[in-house]
């Protein structure tokens, strides 16, 4: 029925980022997935390890090997952090066009990078031209890139939520807070006893509270956006739900005078043409379920009590508008087709 | 881009079906919902009563209205039972074509319903004239019908894993077992104390033990599969998630020569033109969380120990192909459309 | 074997709290509870209400009547805002004991809790003669009160993360944020349909972004700690877990040349004779896994990033610290025991 | 105040039987754990591994040695199997009592264990002298043993439905049907992908279908209840729970003439002295939730539509009466002690 014109591969398809992007492909009208790679389970169905793939995919995971990948027109790097700086030289070299999932070119600065992650990048001549994949920030050029790093789930949550008002001067650019939670799926698919259901089940907690890795790609969006180094304290929380993220935001007003309407109206105006960014009401309360499986982020406004602290409430699904929908949403702009192909469906509710 | 040629109505649509239709159609390529009706929520928006359909639809609540209805090419009925038999008539005569997800016209024997649901049917006259809303077991009848009872969730569950042992005669038809589970979304969206996550969560219980309405609806379909009456011994359990049902069936073996091979072979032939049924290899275990928002229905056979007992296990999702998307299943046959039109993304894993 | 030589009774048995005072005083080395009242279930056996009480109590609960109640040695309000105010001034008249686990007189200045909760308060002439119920603070106080108004869940989570760093001057009264989560069971037995697990489960929100009720009660307490009206933003969050509090508390150090050393010591020294606040050590994250059905408060600091924005993480159950634990502390202080006493059981993990 | 004159050892106190243990014996009044062994973790303090023990113990964890071992009263085996029946000979040797939580002296006939477990047992010439620990049915010959092999905790649930049925000829032995669910912590606290929340919350599926190391167990037990050989059919399944096991059994009624209220009768007077055991009024459903955390066994007996089949629903808690509550049950009938010592605690509701 539909004409299945492009083809992607994806690379370590055995995460939860990968079974995303399989099942949003599946759906999508112009695009089929040819090649899913796993060093560790070559020769494995995919549909074995997802079960909910039985019925949509006969692919078996391969190899990963460059000479197949470059016969795709798009190649998704859904592996952890350090995978794929080490194969993107020869990609980018053939001069297929790649959206990373993973943190390794997200970073403008390597020596941050390095910091944080703790090892030497591999590629850092490759970081300049990587497009830092946030299509709400970076659309056109999103579109003429050959390299998208895509934002981090965290990392889009508060970069969607505070743009706006750094980038207008409505908050001052000390004291941001981002308080933020997320589901257990944003662990990743790996045999942790913390992630057990009998240890995150019914509990709630925070995690790597003195510092976590995207605090520095939170700074380095807020700080293009404010125009000036900006800081932000971070702390993520684990919440006993498989899918969701939300980050409670807290910023204090450069100009108390402003009106509630006004801000409104400049947040609204800022995403009018951003298809996936649905500003809701002021005062509203986004729900993590609202956004279940879809590529919409939830955001509301909050003055409390009409003092001087804005805070907002931004919500996504960590593995779609948080990875693997935002991926897609990037190579749609990449291939030319509309911005929302394939990624249409309401969340799913209840 | 598609040509949404069909209009279809929605009565009922304040529950968690009503919102399930409406989260399969908005990305049905033929159909449209043109109205939705509540008596209790009329002129509220349906996308602030469902936040996942925030952008989906404009849609507000009307109330239910004759007139308006008959101009739908179909009209679902999401409500409870004794809703739809009380509007049936005038419907029917205004040669509207109806999928009633509640129980009204379920039960052939207007006695036993009568019994079951206390009260009084008051159109027994258009009951046998309800096709059963069962696709697997009913397609040519579903295609011409004009008013279609869709099958409940449980019954769903059950009668799609004893159907074929029985229709073929490998179970006996004495000491049928089905052990059911289901999520809370099946209770509905009414505010029920035992219902709310305090008490419903982190928690496991049968209940209706001694008698559930399901029992006579299933005990309807597998007589008319074995040929002759047929008993079953129905326990229905409540589980702390949201979606999902397995039936976990057991009965013993008319032949206990016959081999596992034979039975499984049978078995998928059984089912070898149903797209939504999925036999999968001997001996697997399908999890519910495989079929999250799709209209699969996943069955494995077990035979403990090489003994006399087999052991069936079928799970669906209850608001999917236990209802809404079973419905719509339904709606297809009848429009002459594609059985699987709109039904064919993946479930949400994980 | 024990002498339970202490006679108390409840107001307002049906709900959480009330429960809750149930299964721990059923464990209490000196006290026997003797009535149990509810206007609306008068006559069912609290057993039938709460199976986890079979076997442990044959009471059924009653009407509540004053002369009854007045022969208690204390009397346990474990009520909805707005019914103990009513039943007050009889009791204290009658020279009976109360612990009233309700908002009706934690709130100093009338005129906001009439504010806030929107209605007269029909005995403020006791208002002043409350302590208010936080043992940490005011243990003295509460030894030789006749009317406790026991701090609420939020409140004790945010005032026992806040208060040893006002009081000493650690942190600056401005931007004071506690953005707080709490399990569902703190929005009580009630049927609601936001609460239900199909609503509340597997998601995650703000609520009462805006101004929650329990912000005068917070800001009341922090300003009697540092000394001077002092303002804070409170954000709570619905977490799909039953039981459990966190408070994620953030403020700006007064002092940036202080060391982490020498703010834990005086957190510890702070609570050096408080047997139920547990200081963790630097840098650690309690979950409220770790305190569920207990009485502790567990805390833990961070400085993110070695910035100025110091970081204070506060665990409880809500139910127990949060609620019918804490009131039993203040009997046990009320009547001369153990603070300890019937408390002393160590968290359900897992 | 109490005077904890016994002391106990705990081998491999790293699991959740272990920390369960922990919880139960530090609110013990007669007993001390002196020693918690685990070779990966030696070194490590308990309350490190399990927060709730925060302030409960100061012991870390020692390597297993015999020689410390043997000065303890009693020796719990928290271990998998495999690993108690290594140091049992040297321990009865030295003339210790053992309780053993592990499979390694359930089974009688050495070959069937060999069979299940896969491997050769190390000291058959012990299990003669292993008395089963189902205090229910071996009161007296607990209080004499050196050595007790605890009921595993799916055999708990279903002997104890079964056993007065089967004892006093009500039910046929033929088509014994056990469907049980269990929460995740049965699974143990090990790193399985299979156990992340992500994978197995918000899901329900059977697994070892086709047959379970418990069902041997369960039919040595039943065998000896009916005075025959018995087999069951037994299928477990999974819940997203963390605790609580329900055994929903189905038998075919010896005598249909035989009345609700005899069998009501029967089951009530074969418990009659078993403190531990609830038998419910008829036709109730038992939650797992009401035992969680405690050591009662609740059961209630229902006869769907008047049939012939009757159906017996059991719950526990799988750590509790399924494990540690039932092994210092058995401890405290060894030494002579009140048999709920230490156990009366209610469940934690909600």
Known sequence: MSTKQYKVGI????GYTGVELMRLLSAHPHVSVEIATSRSDAGTALADMFPNLRGHTDLRFVEPDIATLTQCDIVFFATPHNVSMKM??????????????????????????????N??????????QAVYGLPEINRNEI??????????CYPTSVQLGFWPLLANGVLKEEALIANAATGVSGAGRQAKINMLLA????????YGASGHRHTPEIEQGLSIAAGKPTQVTFVPHLVPMIRGIQATLYGQ????????????KMFEAFYADSPFVDVMP??????????KGSNMCRIALHRPRGRNTLVVLSVIDNLTKGASGQAIQCMNLMLGLDEQAGLTAPALLP
């Not at 690379?11 to 055995?14: M, N, Q």
């Not at 980018?92 to 944080?116: H, N, P, T, Y």
């Not at 007003?253 to 409104?264: F, G, H, V, Y």
Request: hydrophobic letters at 40%; a negative charge.
């Open 253 to 264: 007003l450069a100009d108390s005078t402003m009106s509630n309407e006004a801000i409104q």
């Open 11 to 14: 690379v370590g398809a055995t």
């Open 143 to 152: 579109k003429a890139a050959q390299l998208v790093a895509c934002a981090g």
């Open 88 to 117: 993107m030289p020869e990609l980018i070299q053939a001069g297929v066009r790649v959206v990373d999932l993973s943190a390794d070119f997200r970073l403008k600065d390597v020596a941050v990078w390095e910091e944080w992650y």
């Open 199 to 206: 240890e995150a089940g019914d509990s709630y907690s925070s």
């Open 282 to 291: 002021w005062g509203s309360h986004p729900q993590t379920r609202s956004v």
């Open 119 to 128: 090892e030497k990048h591999v590629c850092p001549e490759l970081i300049p």
